[in-house]
């Protein structure tokens, strides 16, 4: 029997494989052809992008799509845009990644008791998914939630805490998302799947640059989810 992390490398290389929504392939494919200047020496992803983190995790983080320049370009959730210096930052402050800085797929970033996906796994145009795409690409969260079995979910904006409610609904663990509105801060347990479910604003650079999020911000939640899953700070 496979374990959790043999089964997530098959789920990787399925999730890299994938073609199914014709719009995002274009887009992903000639932006990693055009690139932006700042980075035109880099061999660009352009694929879509897997998830990232511990096989054994506790806390898995659902954030919305790749960056254009950011994940797609470097192939690893939130690695090389604004997005991700102040999430690892976040991260790394709560304990759960080994250094504060992801630049690229091989730079030694590990995360502890934490696991990195996205509603949709390709970067989408303006960074907005379709309704059509976020459900191609709902299965495959389906079944890192089924390996992972998460005591905790941390949604990172409004997209990503609606599509878990979605699974859930569709797995009838809930009756209707309607019962569970999405704010920072938020935080709904859920006893008949075993976890909590936690919302926190998109650390995206308009978000952070505005500051309508700040590391403050991000370090209470997390504080939050380290004494619900127990561990020591």
Known sequence: MPDAAELLHILDKEVTACRKCPRLVEYRERISREKRRAYRDWIYWGKPV???????????????????????????PFTGDK???????????AGFANRPVAVQRDDGLQLMNAYITAAARCAPPDNKPLPSELLHCRPYLERELEVLKPRAILALGKIGWDVYLAILKSQGFIASRAAYPFAHGAEVELPSVG????????????????????????AKVL???????????
Do not use: C, W
Request: net charge positive; aromatic share 10%; glycine share 14%.
């Open 83 to 93: 997005s991700g210096e102040f999430l690892y930052k976040a991260l790394y402050d």
């Open 50 to 76: 897997p998830g990232f983190g511990d096989p054994n995790a506790q806390l898995m983080l659902v954030g919305l799509a790749p960056g254009a320049h950011g994940s797609n370009r470097t192939g690893r």
């Open 195 to 218: 976890a909590r479910l936690f919302g926190v604003y998109h650390p995206s650079q308009q978000n952070t640059s505005t500051g309508k999020v700040t590391l403050p911000m991000y």
């Open 223 to 233: 504080k939050r989810i380290q004494k619900y899953l127990g561990i020591p700070r």
